[in-house]
T-cell receptor
Framework: GQQVMQIPQYQHVQEGEDFTTYCNSS?????IQWYKQRPGGHPVFLIQ?????EVKKQKRLTFQFGEAKKNSSLHITATQTTDVGTYFC??????????FGKGTTLSVSS | SAVISQKPSRDICQRGTSLTIQCQVD?????MFWYRQQPGQSLTLIAT?????????ESGFVIDKFPISRPNLTFSTLTVSNMSPEDSSIYLC???????????FGDGTRLSIL
């Protein structure tokens, strides 16, 4: 079945620095979804990408889906302390459950 | 998106006992799923809750340990049976309103077994 590998596992940045997490698969993905989980919280849906080469932006967050639909990235510009949490990529086939990457835990010091 | 109510939000249980977790959605949804998130780990799919039929379990999870019910399109339960300390995790209900729709999660049940 589909598997998604995510790196890095942890990332610490100073407030104002940029942050990127990467998601890769050995097989072509139908879609990629990104979630954020704050400490003590549950995963919250951020975005879904379905098209080859798709790029979407949400304020300081930029999401990309690779041309081959085998990789994706989430980039945060000028991190803030409110960006702290674990970011997960996930993917599924139509009608099936999401399979999650291991996540990247972001910590930000001010 | 659908509003998902999961309860209990947390519990501390004795080993050997069982706990049933409920998931209620405010609208009919096509798909409901149960995940486990062990401390510091990612989410692992336990099973897909099928309305009106037996759940579909992932490798490593069995019906005797994690019986699931889904009597209608808005409600499901997950039971964690004969609990041991290794079952201490967060259990999450997740729903997708339809095909190709994003999944959304309940607040989770934080379970500790002594």
């Amino acid at each position: 079945g589909q598997q998604v590998m995510q790196i890095p596992q942890y990332q610490h940045v100073q407030e104002g620095e940029d942050f990127t997490t990467y998601c890769n698969s050995s097989t072509t993905l139908s879609n990629i979804q990104w979630y954020k989980q704050r400490p003590g919280g549950h995963p919250v849906f951020l975005i879904q990408l379905v098209k080859s080469g798709e790029v979407k932006k949400q304020k300081r967050l930029t999401f990309q889906f690779g041309e081959a639909k085998k990789n994706s990235s989430l980039h945060i510009t000028a991190t803030q302390t409110t960006d702290v949490g674990t970011y997960f990529c996930a993917s599924n086939q139509a009608g099936t459950a999401l399979i999650f990457g291991k996540g990247t835990t972001l910590s930000v010091s001010s | 998106s659908a509003v998902i109510s999961q309860k209990p939000s947390r519990d501390i249980c004795q080993r050997g006992t069982s706990l049933t977790i409920q998931c209620q959605v405010d609208s009919q949804v096509t798909m409901m799923f149960w995940y486990r998130q062990q401390p510091g780990q990612s989410l692992t799919l336990i099973a897909t809750a099928n309305q009106g039929s037996e759940a579909t379990y992932e490798s490593g999870f069995v019906i005797d340990k994690f019986p699931i019910s889904r009597p209608n399109l808005t409600f499901s339960t997950l039971t964690v049976s004969n609990m041991s300390p290794e079952d201490s995790s967060i259990y999450l209900c997740s729903v997708a309103p339809g095909l190709n729709q994003p999944q959304h999660f309940g607040d989770g049940t934080r379970l500790s077994i002594l």
